[in-house]
T-cell receptor
Framework: AQSVAQPEDQVNVAEGNPLTVKCTYS??????LFWYVQYPNRGLQFLLKYITGDNLVKGSYGFEAEFNKSQTSFHLKKPSALVSDSALYFCAVRDQGGGFKTIFGAGTRLFVKA | AAGVIQSPRHLIKEKRETATLKCYPI?????VYWYQQGPGQDPQFLIS???????DKGSIPDRFSAQQFSDYHSELNMSSLELGDSALYFC????????????FGEGSWLTVV
């Protein structure tokens, strides 16, 4: 069965500094990995995904993520954080052989301080 | 671009009542998913449909049922509502294929009192 872990409940970073939101996964086969962002009382917005190919994936709003197969990680990064990046971030995984189910991590709340 | 449309956006029901949530996927998307997100929780997968057939099932209570209709819209029916059913219910859609992105609606807030 697939699973996702986001080890940090909250990440605090100063505006202009780089940010990292961590994600590790477990699947029986090859993974499809996704990052979503959720603003208060809103739906989840897609940021980026890893399917295959280049381990560094670039997405919306300047975010990127690096797939590391040996460490089973897919950390979300941004070189320079903005106050408007403050939100709840979810990592999600789908097993290539696991059907239609996408499993979400517990979420990490990002606070960017001005 | 058209997004996933959910209705109603807010719903208040009493215990033991029934509620129905509707979802209209992005045009040409053939797969619909339902998720439940409790306060401060991550989205929990309930059920999915591909081409009007149930394709996968998660932690959906027996009191809940769902279906996808010929026009690809989907409905989630919840009966004998309990206080613990109060949550944000998301519908999402995608094209079939495990690598395809799932796009979420804004959610339907269900409050059971």
């Amino acid at each position: 069965a697939q699973s996702v872990a986001q080890p940090e409940d909250q990440v605090n970073v100063a505006e202009g500094n780089p940010l990292t939101v961590k994600c590790t996964y477990s699947v029986s086969g090859n993974p499809y990995l996704f990052w979503y962002v959720q603003y208060p009382n809103r739906g989840l917005q897609f940021l980026l995904k890893y399917i295959t190919g280049d381990n560094l994936v670039k997405g919306s709003y300047g975010f990127e993520a690096e797939f590391n197969k040996s460490q089973t990680s897919f950390h979300l990064k941004k070189p320079s954080a903005l106050v408007s990046d403050s939100a709840l971030y979810f990592c999600a995984v789908r097993d290539q052989g696991g059907g239609f189910k996408t499993i979400f991590g517990a979420g990490t709340r990002l606070f960017v301080k001005a | 671009a058209a997004g996933v449309i959910q209705s109603p956006r807010h719903l208040i029901k009493e215990k033991r009542e029934t509620a129905t949530l509707k979802c209209y996927p992005i045009p040409r998307h053939d797969t619909v998913y339902w998720y439940q997100q409790g306060p401060g929780q991550d989205p929990q997968f309930l059920i999915s449909f591909y081409e009007k057939m149930q394709s996968d099932k998660g932690s959906i209570p027996d009191r809940f049922s769902a279906q996808q209709f010929s026009d690809y819209h989907s409905e989630l029916n919840m009966s004998s509502l309990e206080l613990g059913d109060s949550a944000l219910y998301f519908c999402a859609s995608s094209l079939q294929g495990p690598g395809n992105t799932i796009y979420f609606g804004e959610g339907s807030w269900l409050t059971v009192v």
